[in-house]
């Protein structure tokens, strides 16, 4: 699977924006798909994911409800909508693939198969 994520841009606090993340080179039927960030000098931490089978997501809890996973099935891409920006949200996004993972290590990097390469979201005060 190849993922190719974008979206990222400049924002004020309390601004939004949408990331997407295409997939291509096989089916994500059973798959699960998952967003992370990496602040410098931070580990790549989880944000959200989604079940491609189903749709069943899960949320990091310092985004719930600000933040929305979503895919389109027809384009082969998920999204990541995040709304109520904060200077804290600034990072390196990145969109990942596994058919591996179960619920208990979906926040888990390690369990993920394929990386997109990275899109920057920097939120200014």
């Known amino acids: 699977v190849q993922l190719q994520a974008s979206g990222g841009g400049l924002v004020q606090s309390g601004g939004f924006l949408r990331l997407s993340c295409a997939a291509s080179?096989?089916?994500?039927?059973?798959?699960?798909m998952g967003w992370f960030r990496q602040a410098p000098g931070n580990e790549r931490d989880f944000i959200a994911g989604m079940r491609w089978n189903g749709g069943i997501t899960y949320y990091k809890d310092a985004v719930r409800g600000r933040f929305t996973i979503s895919r389109d099935i027809a384009k082969n891409t998920i999204y990541l909508q995040m709304d109520s920006l904060e200077p804290e949200d600034t990072a390196a996004y990145y969109c990942?693939?596994?058919?591996?993972?179960?619920?208990?290590?979906?926040?888990?990097?390690?369990?993920?198969?394929?990386w997109g390469q990275g899109t920057l979201v920097t939120v200014s005060s």
């Open positions: 990942a693939a596994t058919s591996r993972a179960i619920t208990s290590t979906v926040g888990i990097p390690s369990s993920y198969d394929y």
């Open positions: 080179g096989r089916t994500l039927r059973n798959h699960i």
